[in-house]
Each structure stands twice: as C-alpha cells, then as structure tokens.
C-alpha cells in the first residue's frame, strides 16, 4: 500500500487510480463534503468503492454530539453533521450511487452501553451507518442490496 498525503478536496492522485477510498467520521469536519465526495469519484477506478462511516444528524447520537458541539466541546465544535437524507443528496449530486449499506447504534447515547448487530440498509434512526457507492458509470454495480429507510 501507498501512502500520499494531500487534502481530500484536492487529491494528488490521476483520475481512476484508486480502487477504494474510505472516510470514517470525516464529511462532517469536511468545509465543502460536496467536494470532498466529488474528488473521491475522480480518483475511483470504474466499479471502484467509496466507503463512507458516518453519524447522522437525525440520531440520537448525532444530535448528541452536535450539542457537545454547540456546547463548546473540543472535538465535536468543528464538526457539521448532516442528516441520511443530506448524505444521500450529496452521493447523487456528486455522481456516486450507493450500492450497499449497513446500520447500528439504535441505543440512546445516554444508556448503558450494549452491543448491537449490524442491520442490513440504511436505517432512520440509526447512530452509525457504513455506505458503500459507486461511481455511476460504474459497469454493472449490484443495487439490489441498497435500503433507504429514511422513517
């Protein structure tokens, strides 16, 4: 594996040379996700993957760590959540097209901790869901395991 360093807005990497490019926790410290998600295309080979983990704005949790924020919490000050739907737009906008995705952490931040097994799709409600899209001009990409379930 090859290390690069540079800002994701900006890659110094050729188009498609990358067969994977994964964000944890990371649109939401993004100033411009928008771009952030645009050059991860760029970089993505045909029926390369994006992998995205993210905490939505419409959970428990996301609205939790968006009052640490609003708080004055050092970490999560800097971060802008955004809602499933609003990263949902954004893949589209960007030409990404989601092709699987999973969620968790349906308990409330403010309870005990307790695991939890993963649920097939993209779940409201959900603390943390992983996203797996492609490029739309992907070959083929396998959409039948997408699940959007905003409720």
């Known amino acids: 594996?090859?290390?690069?360093?540079?800002?994701?807005?900006?890659?110094?990497?050729?188009?498609?040379?990358v067969g994977a490019v994964v964000m944890v926790a990371t649109l939401c410290f993004a100033t411009d996700p928008a771009r952030l998600l645009a050059e991860a295309a760029r970089v993505l080979w045909p029926g390369g993957?994006?992998?995205?983990?993210?905490?939505?704005?419409?959970?428990?949790?996301?609205?939790?760590?968006?009052?640490?924020?609003?708080?004055?919490?050092?970490?999560?000050?800097?971060?802008r959540f955004l809602t499933l739907e609003d990263h949902?737009?954004?893949?589209?906008?960007?030409?990404?097209?989601?092709?699987?995705?999973?969620?968790?952490?349906?308990?409330?931040?403010?309870?005990?901790?307790?695991?939890?097994?993963?649920?097939?799709?993209?779940?409201?409600?959900?603390g943390f869901v992983g996203i797996a899209a492609t490029r739309d001009d992907a070959e083929d990409p396998d959409t039948s395991a997408h699940d959007w379930d905003l409720a």
């Open 88 to 126: 949902r737009r954004l893949l589209v906008a960007t030409g990404l097209q989601v092709v699987d995705g999973r969620s968790t952490l349906f308990q409330s931040p403010d309870d005990a901790p307790t695991a939890e097994p993963l649920r097939h799709g993209l779940l409201g409600g959900a």
């Open 49 to 79: 993957r994006l992998v995205l983990g993210l905490v939505p704005l419409d959970s428990a949790w996301g609205r939790s760590y968006a009052q640490r924020g609003r708080s004055g919490h050092p970490f999560y000050r800097h971060a």
């Open 1 to 17: 594996m090859l290390a690069v360093r540079g800002a994701g807005e900006n890659l110094p990497l050729r188009n498609g040379a």
